[in-house]
């Protein structure tokens, strides 16, 4: 696919245009808010999922599924969150609520919807997972970086879909990730993240995890929760680059934040033991064509 790179200025114009893109939903503002002061409860995420009826539908019914082995009908909310476990539903509810961005007619593919979501989700939970070893923040906060931090792509993929397109078809051609051909058609999913995170005024961390995710070392603040999340985005592109784990680069983030080459490894074993559940749940919220 042949297109011509945005300039400086058309960019800008463009984004400047964007009247559609949505308010921060409230359920999700309000489940950001809780999990951001630490606020824990199966009450607490009750009370905000009982408001959207989608979300209690597909709770309950993964809490039925034969893949968390309950041997009771789960008939309640509360007994939903129990069984999946209060990080996992706060996870599986973001991801829900962010799909919604991606339903923009037919403009995004079934495969690339779907290469967004497993990937948001699959870094949630090896966010989560990492910080069970070390104390470098909540693990649940480090679930929603996870989540949110490759924003800019779904920015991208909804407004500058034909970009977005280009971006991956050169990638797979060449066979390197997408962020490393990305500026040749005058995008950058960081900057166009960072824009959403301004616009729904998430917390001065989370901006810095979208924009320096790729370049922790461009960072001025959060420092820790910027290289945390780049090798959990490593970590989440290990099936289809897995030469990234090796390079310099993420070996020299892993020594700022401590993680020994065995541990390293662990976290690297880990994920194969993640993705079967990324994978399930995928296939239990119906997100799927078809």
């Given at each position: 696919m042949s297109i011509n790179p945005l300039d400086d200025k058309e960019i800008r114009f463009k984004v400047s245009q964007i009247k559609d893109l949505p308010p921060l939903p409230q359920s999700l503002k309000r489940l950001i808010e809780i999990i951001h002061s630490e606020i824990e409860t199966v009450g607490e995420l009750e009370s905000i999922i009982c408001y959207d009826p989608s979300l209690v539908a597909k709770v309950v019914m993964i809490a039925n599924s034969t893949y968390y082995g309950h041997r009771r009908q789960v008939k309640t909310i509360s007994k939903a969150i129990t069984v999946v476990g209060a990080d996992q539903v706060k996870s599986i509810c973001i991801c829900t609520l962010l799909m919604s961005l991606l339903s923009n007619g037919n403009v995004i593919s079934a495969d690339h919807r779907e290469m967004l979501w497993k990937h948001a989700f699959a870094c949630s939970r090896i966010a989560a997972q990492m910080t069970r070893k070390r104390p470098w923040m909540n693990g649940a906060e480090a679930a929603v970086l996870g989540i949110v931090h490759d924003l800019g792509w779904i920015v991208m993929a909804t407004?500058?879909?034909?970009?977005?397109?280009?971006?991956?078809?050169?990638?797979?051609?060449?066979?390197?990730?997408?962020?490393?051909?990305?500026?040749?058609?005058?995008?950058?999913?960081?900057?166009?993240?960072?824009?959403?995170?301004?616009?729904?005024?998430?917390p001065k961390e989370f901006e810095a995890v979208i924009e320096f995710h790729h370049s922790p070392e461009r960072s001025r603040c959060f420092k820790t929760e910027v290289?945390?999340?780049?090798?959990?985005?490593?970590?989440?592109?290990?099936?289809?680059?897995?030469?990234?784990?090796?390079?310099?680069?993420?070996?020299?983030?892993?020594?700022?934040?401590?993680?020994?080459?065995?541990?390293?490894?662990?976290?690297?074993?880990?994920?194969?033991?993640?993705?079967?559940?990324?994978?399930?749940?995928?296939?239990?919220?119906?997100?799927?064509?078809?």
């Open positions: 407004h500058f879909n034909e970009q977005f397109t280009a971006i991956y078809e050169t990638a797979a051609r060449k066979d390197i990730p997408p962020w490393y051909v990305e500026t040749q058609y005058g995008l950058e999913h960081t900057q166009l993240g960072k824009y959403l995170a301004a616009r729904w005024a998430l290289r945390l999340m780049h090798l959990v985005n490593v970590l989440g592109h290990l099936r289809e680059y897995p030469e990234l784990v090796n390079e310099e680069s993420t070996l020299s983030h892993c020594r700022d934040l401590y993680i020994s080459e065995e541990e390293w490894e662990e976290h690297q074993q880990s994920v194969e033991r993640i993705w079967p559940e990324v994978d399930q749940v995928w296939s239990l919220l119906g997100l799927h064509p078809g």
